[in-house]
């Protein structure tokens, strides 16, 4: 059944701004990272930006200083805000959260993804 729900893409113009969006509808115990990637078309899916479980953040540095990782351990969630966006950064985005469900089961999920287009 699906895990992770992502929300938030769209068009939006050069110099623009959006908040990504990635709820875990399941029974967490323990989350170990939760992260974002992107892919665009004919090329690999990249890290963006990442949050380990103690707070510590690790961005591509294509978006450092534009992009902010944040999350909200209530919600199980995690957003991704986007500022300064750029073409180059037309993608689909992915959210990704590992860790731990009920029972101490081991997981490492993604949702499917949501489009950005940056364009004018």
């Known amino acids: 059944q699906v895990q992770l729900v992502e929300s938030g893409g769209g068009l939006v113009q050069p110099g623009g701004s959006l908040r990504l969006s990635c709820i875990d509808s399941g029974s967490i115990v323990s989350v170990s990272a939760m992260g974002w990637y992107r892919q665009a078309p004919g090329k690999q899916r990249d890290l963006v930006a990442m949050?380990?479980?103690?707070?510590?953040?690790n961005y591509a540095d294509s978006v450092k200083g534009r992009f902010t990782i944040s999350r909200d351990n209530a919600k199980n969630a995690v957003y991704l805000q986007m500022n300064s966006l750029k073409p180059e950064d037309t993608a689909v985005y992915y959210c990704n959260v590992r860790g731990w469900r009920t029972g101490w089961e081991l997981f490492d999920d993604w949702g499917r993804g949501t489009q950005v287009t940056v364009s004018s």
């Open positions: 949050i380990l479980s103690g707070g510590m953040t």
